[in-house]
């Protein structure tokens, strides 16, 4: 740390970062006490978030669901992740979240220092993790608990969505819109660069999905990440599309050839 | 890390206590078990108080069998697991709280409970104390066993069968170890602290073993 300071203390801005550079990258190719790097991040700017995806390949069951998806995310972008029933949305959100292997391919996320990508994003799927015996709150609670990073509080995150007057209500008594907006609050309560959403506007009103598109452009504006699964348009700034196709017939049979299950 | 724990456990005995888990039912179970035996085997006093602490312990390691199936598979089926998972906290952490969670929930009522259920088995006040105290110490090594399996066959629909056939074998020394500790303290050859250490000893290493293990199985499912 010593060494570190004495580099600090000479000359301007813009050529200490220049010779600071070289002693960075070795700093984080070697994963050289994190504290120190992060203190040099500090002077330098911590270095821009990316996530890069390269040839990711899935196949689950002996069938291959898509192959060669490659894409590029950078902070203050959006990415809309199209294409028809069962052509593997879900599942290459499932896969950027952690819960599924990849088959093949790469995933790398910089800019995020020692975190994984699990850490780094938030996933509201089909599955909203919410537990029906609990009250809206309570469930906000632990997730946010459990997720680290606070943000807003439980009942500012509830009230974005318009939600308070439910706040200690049992989600069970929530019908399927309400529940979804309780899951959606959750990006909320919990700072994360990430954010996956599959249908996240299934079950909302219009009302509700401009809330949402309004949460999702702020959260872009301020260099964020987001992925979203969905069938509908979306009025997001920096919005790019991928479109996930079925990979050709023949290509399946080579593949269950070559033992691929 | 330790919060994450907490409030992990918080959450899990909340769950259960609005759910009317697998605590209660536990523990109806227990009380079912030690009320049958005694009409079955008739009214042979000496009997009875002989094989009592067999009984009890038998009726504990089927009683916490209960509720196993549902640990980590309500989770999984709506989606809370991949909340846990997305966690800074590793995955350990998060079994080893639900592990405990269920011992809180299963293990304490049914070592609280077991000098009353001993009078129908006509226990001594020593043989009493005695379970309560093996009970008390053996049901950790029973809930992280139980665990493993618990991971094991969480995506799977109907598991609960499958989860007991591989956890039982597990059991076993736990079991061997619980009765003999009971037996030594109702007098006999052995020190009560011979056995005793080793269901200790059995505890602990189940803890780790457990907690691992039920980590690295929620791992490679999916």
Not at chain 1, 132 to 137: F, G, K, L, N, S
Request: with cysteine.
């Amino acid at each position: 740390m010593d060494v570190n300071r004495k580099w600090l203390s000479r000359a301007p801005i813009q050529k200490r970062t220049a010779q600071l550079k070289p002693r960075i990258d070795h700093f984080i190719q070697t994963r050289y006490i994190n504290k120190i790097s992060s203190k040099v991040f500090h002077f330098y700017g911590a270095p821009s978030l990316q996530l890069i995806v390269e040839n990711l390949k899935c196949i689950r069951g002996g069938r291959r669901i898509f192959d060669n998806v490659s894409f590029k995310l950078e902070e203050g972008q959006s990415l809309v992740v199209t294409g028809r029933n069962g052509a593997g949305k879900s599942t290459l959100l499932a896969i950027l979240s952690g819960r599924l292997k990849a088959s093949g391919g790469t995933i790398h996320l910089s800019g995020v220092q020692d975190r994984t990508l699990p850490e780094c994003l938030h996933l509201i799927g089909h599955k909203e993790a919410l537990k029906a015996v609990m009250t809206a709150r309570e469930n906000l609670d632990f997730a946010a608990e459990i997720l680290g990073n606070p943000a807003l509080s439980t009942l500012e995150a509830l009230e974005h969505v318009g939600l308070v007057h439910a706040a200690d209500m049992p989600v069970a008594y929530l019908s399927a819109g309400q529940k979804r907006r309780v899951a959606l609050a959750r990006l909320l309560v919990a700072h994360r660069p990430l954010w996956l959403l599959d249908e996240p506007t299934s079950a909302l009103d219009t009302a509700s999905q401009k809330i949402l598109f309004n949460m999702m452009n702020k959260h872009v504006e301020k260099g964020g990440m987001i992925m979203a699964a969905t069938h509908q348009e979306m009025p997001l700034v920096n919005l790019r599309e991928l479109r996930i196709e079925r990979p050709a017939p023949q290509e399946i049979d080579s593949d269950m050839m070559a033992g691929g299950f | 890390m330790f919060r994450i724990i907490l409030s992990l456990i918080i959450r899990d005995m909340k769950l259960s206590a609005r759910i009317g888990g697998s605590g209660a039912l536990g523990l109806i179970f227990f009380l079912m078990l030690v009320t049958l035996i005694p009409f079955a085997l008739g009214p042979d006093l000496n009997l009875l108080s002989k094989i009592g602490p067999a009984i009890l312990w038998i009726a504990a390691v089927l009683a916490t069998l209960i509720g196993f199936d549902r640990l980590f598979q309500a989770d999984e089926e709506d989606g809370s697991l991949d909340l846990m998972r997305s966690s800074p906290a590793p995955l350990e952490a998060v079994v080893f709280a639900k592990a405990i969670a269920h011992w809180l929930g299963t293990g304490i009522p049914l070592a609280i409970a077991s000098p009353l259920f001993g009078m129908l088995v006509a226990l001594s006040p020593e043989g009493m104390l005695a379970m309560s105290v093996t009970l008390l110490v053996g049901t950790p090594a029973l809930a992280f066993i139980g665990t493993i399996g618990a991971a094991l066959t969480c995506s799977i629909r109907r598991g609960g069968l499958v989860l007991a056939i591989l956890v039982l074998p597990l059991m076993i020394p736990t079991l061997i170890f619980g009765v003999s500790a009971t037996n030594a303290a109702l007098g006999g050859t052995i020190a009560f602290m011979t056995p005793f250490l080793i269901l200790v000893a059995l505890s602990l290493i189940f803890m780790v073993i457990g907690t691992i293990g039920a980590a690295a199985a929620l791992r490679i499912s999916d």
